[in-house]
Structures are given as C-alpha cells and as structure tokens.
C-alpha cells in the first residue's frame, strides 16, 4: 500500500536538522507533498506579514522591543529564514529616545508575502499608490487571510509612514489608555472617509484596550517585516 506523506507545518520540511528534500527522500511524493513544498519555499521567501495573533493587552505590546519579538515568535514556526523581524509601528519621543518613523525600521525592500507575492519593491513603492497590498495579498504568517473583522493594525503613522502627530501610539505601545492609529489590511471600510483605503493610517482608534479596537474592527493585530539586521533607530 503507497504510504501517505503528511506535513504538519513548514516548520517540519524546513527545520530539524534536515533540508527538506532529504526528509522527504524516504517517502513517495504525492500532489499533497509537492503543493505543501511549494508553499514552504514561498514561506521562507516571506519577508512581510500581518500577525495572526495579537501581540499582547490590546495597544500594550510591550513597546518596539515586544512587537518586533512578537514578530520573531510568529515567522520561525511558520517556516521563514528571515532571522530579524520588525514591527511596523512609529513612536514619539520620549526622555533620551528620539522619535520613530515605521518606514525607517523596516529595511529597504522588496518584500513577499506567504504566497510569494511581491507586495513592495522598496520603501517609496511601500508607501506610493502602486503597493499590492489589500484584501488578497495581506496575509498572516500562515498565508491566511485577515478578516474584515479585524481589518484595523496597529501602526501609529502618517500615510507616508512617519510619526503620526498627536496621542496616536497608545503611550508608545506600552499603555492600553489613549488612542492609536490605525491602517486598514484590506484597503477598506466604513470609517476613515477618505483616508479607508489606506493600509497604514485610516483612523484613530477609539482607545488602546483590546474591546476598543475591537469595537470599530481590531485586534491588536500588526505589520511585521524583515530586515537583514536591526534597523536604527531602535529603541525599546
């Protein structure tokens, strides 16, 4: 009787001490194996993604350093090779730190998401009309799509991806009071007017718990991109 290859996650072809070819050597290759293989190789391919989880007490993420660990935690099971990951998140100045624009924290490009799909090729495609991000194309780390439900990621930024002004980072990502900017994943939705199509700065939530955001289509969720080592400026 053929034996039946299964694979659990991306995780299994592509770590454990073997390259997957050699796991799968012992095994007769079915379509289930050659679709999963292709899928693990775009997997290790991915450089963007948006979390599939939150990250922690709604805009309360522990600040830069939280997210991007949180970052860090989703991509190595899902099967990436990027070592260093950032959160897509601004913050403003504060003490001896000076401010924090996304778009410097996230490397130079181009960026692929579970899929293999080409969303940006650089920073300025990032953030021009001609990025392919929305509802097809912003993935999770799993290839997943977000639902409308939960459209709404945290990103604290002007369309342009620098610091947006005001009370708009949840006290810099360590705070569940005040309020947060937020883009929509899908390019769509209700609020925001003009600004519902922008995938990194719609509007301001309603405040900084998990029940707030969620309340107008959130949850806590975040862009994460890789980098080829930690961008500055950093800051904790």
Known sequence: MRPKATISSCYD???????????????????????????????AKMSFFVTSVAAGDGGNLGGLTGADAHCQRLALPAGSRKEHW???LSAAA?????????RDRIGAGPWFNAKGVEIAKNVEDLHGAGNQLGEGTSLDEKGGFVFAGMHDILTGSNADGTLAAGDTTCGNWTSTHGHAMVGHSNKAGSIGGDRARSWNSAHLSVGCTMGALRTQGGGGLLYCFAVDRPQLPYRP
């Open 13 to 43: 072809l592509t770590l454990g001490g073997q390259p997957g070819i050699a796991r799968a050597a012992s095994i007769v290759l079915t379509v289930f194996t050659v679709l999963a293989a292709a899928q693990c190789r775009n997997v």
């Open 86 to 88: 950032h959160a897509y």
């Open 94 to 102: 504060e003490g001896a730190h000076a401010a924090v624009n996304a």
